[in-house]
């Protein structure tokens, strides 16, 4: 803790967190975690609005990131087999917002491409997702928040975590 008030220009004592929290610094793993859970149950709320779940969000932003994709593509970015990006595909493609198209390249593999209605809820995601995380972390200045993305992003890059991909599709979804 007295690294990070030195190094980051803010201090936090024990006494100033509410009593329940005080002792945090002990138990970060936990607290990451609460946060964390709490985070991804609110986003999953807000995107009950547009009959979509978190994974489809992460999907739907790597598809519109590189325009024709193929799916074992998306699979090794995922970290998953073959088979669940079919599950997810089909999922998005069901909701009219992601089409394949044969390759021009390999005609034994498909590119994934947005619709037009895929693109417009990538915009009305970026505005859900702007105010997720403005009601998150509405308790920090810019600054700090701008600190706490660059430690957050450290603990990721220690453990080889893939940028933008959350670990959560290695789990099946139910």
Do not use: C, W
Request: hydrophobic fraction near 35%; charged fraction near 20%; charge should be neutral.
């Amino acid at each position: 803790m007295e690294q990070l008030n030195s190094q980051y220009g803010f201090q936090v004592t024990d006494d100033q967190r509410p009593p329940e929290h005080r002792g945090a610094s002990q138990r970060l793993g936990f607290l990451l975690s609460q946060v964390g859970g709490y985070a991804a149950g609110s986003f999953a709320d807000r995107l009950s609005a547009l009959s979509l779940q978190p994974s489809d969000v992460g999907v739907l932003r790597l598809i519109a990131g590189e325009r024709g994709m193929s799916q074992q593509t998306l699979a090794g970015r995922l970290g998953v087999g073959p088979s669940r990006v079919v599950v997810l595909i089909d999922e998005l493609e069901e909701k009219g917002l992601v089409i394949r198209q044969r390759s021009l390249r390999d005609r034994r593999s498909y590119e994934l491409q947005l619709t037009e209605a895929g693109q417009a809820v990538m915009g009305r995601m970026r505005e859900i997702g702007s105010a997720h995380e403005n009601e998150i972390t509405n308790v920090f200045t810019p600054e700090e928040r701008t600190t706490l993305a660059a430690l957050l992003a450290k603990i990721a890059a220690s453990h080889d975590l893939t940028p933008n991909v959350h670990p959560g599709y290695r789990t099946p979804q139910t």
